[in-house]
Nanobody, 124 residues
Framework: QVQLAESGGGLVQTGGSLRLSCAAS????????VGWFRQAPGKEREFVAA????????YYADSVKGRFTCSRDNAKNTVYLQMNSLKPEDTAVYYC?????????????????WGQGTQVTVSS
């Protein structure tokens, strides 16, 4: 069993930066791939970024490539999403999710565990 808790969201101006954290419980966290997803009001949840169990492979949605960076520190059971050059269209609730099936995570948004989400608001 893995429990995930996101933090680091908030209000930022266009062009600003935020770093989200996804802290996990459980000693087997290093075996899981982790993804970030977001959902804006009235829209479907969408994939943002994902990182494999070791941190050696990452995938990003086209909309965030070059602006967002996903990394992990398995010693701290934490995955990060560094978000730079933020835009109003990045406004959403951001969720992290974990699974042992990395392709299913970033290709189909399938995960075994989900966090509660953290709000990111980018003002224009």
């Amino acid at each position: 069993q893995v429990q995930l808790a996101e933090s680091g969201g908030g209000l930022v101006q266009t062009g600003g930066s935020l770093r989200l954290s996804c802290a996990a419980s459980g000693r087997t966290f290093s075996r899981y791939a982790v993804g970030w997803f977001r959902q804006a009001p009235g829209k479907e949840r969408e994939f943002v970024a994902a990182i494999n169990y070791s941190g050696g492979t990452t995938y990003y949605a086209d909309s965030v490539k070059g602006r967002f960076t996903c990394s992990r520190d398995n010693a701290k059971n934490t995955v990060y999403l560094q978000m730079n050059s933020l835009k109003p269209e990045d406004t959403a609730v951001y969720y992290c999710a974990a699974t042992g099936d990395f392709p299913a995570l970033w290709k189909r948004g399938i995960a075994d565990y989900w966090g509660q989400g953290t709000q990111v608001t980018v003002s224009s």
